[in-house]
T-cell receptor
């Protein structure tokens, strides 16, 4: 069975600094997607970044980038130049390609300090 | 905004009652998945509907049931409510077989069972 583990319940970062959120996963499949979602107090799950397992290049979206280590089954999120609006719960998620059935981690609460 | 809307936003029910939650999919999407997110946890997959048929189910009892309509909107029904059913219920809209890469989430329905 596939699992997703986020070992950091809470992280803090100073405004304008860089923070890395960790995620590991377990699967025997080869064709899958990994995602980072942000969930602010408004509850809406907002897609931050996605990574296709077959792509070796790490995904980047503006201030957000991932370190995807397929052999180690690790998928960390780096947030650069942190902003107050980045404060939220961050969830790592896995899905088999084409199924849209997500397995989520337990989340990391990110606090941004002014 | 994802174009996925859920109603109601909040709901309070008594143990033993039945509840129906609604989800309107994003235009062009043919698949709806439902998730239960308990407080402080990541979302857990309940089931998925594709073209009005159940297309996979997570570890939830039969008192959790669903429907998908020809316009691809969906309902989640929960019978014989228990206190542990108190959670945020999220629906996610996607397009199976149409080459998309991620699902789009609604803002959720907060269910409280007393």
């Amino acid at each position: 069975a596939q699992t997703v583990t986020q070992s950091q319940p809470e992280m803090s970062v100073q405004e304008a600094e860089t923070v890395t959120l960790s995620c590991t996963y377990d699967t025997s499949e080869s064709d899958y997607y990994l995602f980072w979602y942000k969930q602010p107090p408004s509850r809406q799950m907002i897609l931050v970044i996605r990574q296709e397992a077959y792509k070796q290049q790490n995904a980047t979206e503006n201030r957000f980038s991932v370190n995807f280590q397929k052999a180690a089954k690790s998928f960390s999120l780096k947030i650069s130049d942190s902003q107050l609006g980045d404060a939220a719960m961050y969830f790592c998620a896995y899905t088999l390609s084409g199924t849209y059935k997500y397995i989520f981690g337990t989340g990391t609460r990110l606090k941004v300090l002014a | 905004e994802t174009g996925v809307t859920q109603s109601p936003t909040h709901l309070i029910k008594t143990r033993g009652q039945q509840v129906t939650l609604r989800c309107s999919s994003q235009s062009g999407h043919n698949t709806v998945s439902w998730y239960q997110q308990a407080l402080g946890q990541g979302p857990q997959f309940i089931f998925q509907y594709y073209r009005e048929e159940e297309n996979g189910r997570g570890n939830f009892p039969p008192r959790f049931s669903g429907l998908q309509f020809p316009n691809y909107s969906s309902e989640l029904n929960v019978n014989a409510l228990e206190l542990d059913d108190s959670a945020l219920y999220l629906c996610a809209s996607s397009s199976l077989g149409q080459g998309g890469t991620e699902a789009f989430f609604g803002q959720g329905t907060r269910l409280t069972v007393v």
